[in-house]
């Protein structure tokens, strides 16, 4: 199984941004479609982005569109969410996560075979 870690979490206040990281351990996120994912306390666990092995393609879910970005590096072997004006419901723990795709990504979280651990994100004043 592949390895990924997630960094770039923490506490922010309402209006804030954060850019979270994905970087991939022992092997080459070249080929791979990465999502985002996030699960908050109680509540059911929600897709929030995906991208292409290339970068060419995307996803958003409507709750984050227009606040979120996703983009990859892959000379260095790294994908990031930028996150600005963040809200009080965007707390949850977010997790990426791979899959073999050379086109398009998946926006079922389910259809991705490696994950990280997840790190979290709060927004509260």
């Known amino acids: 199984q592949l390895q990924l870690v997630e960094s770039g979490g923490g506490l922010v206040q309402p209006g804030g941004s954060l850019r979270l990281s994905c970087a991939a351990s022992?092997?080459?996120?070249?080929?791979?479609?990465i999502g985002w994912s996030r699960q908050a306390p109680g509540k059911e666990r929600e897709t929030v982005s995906c991208i292409s092995s290339s970068g060419a393609n995307s996803y958003l879910a409507d709750s984050v569109k227009g606040r979120f970005t996703i983009s990859r590096d892959n000379a260095k072997n790294a994908v990031y969410l930028q996150m600005n004006s963040l809200k009080p419901e965007d707390t949850a723990v977010y997790y990426c996560a791979a899959v073999r795709l050379y086109v398009g990504c998946y926006r079922d979280f389910g259809a991705y075979d490696s994950w990280g651990q997840g790190t979290q994100v709060t927004v509260s004043s």
């Open positions: 022992g092997f080459t996120l070249d080929g791979y479609a």
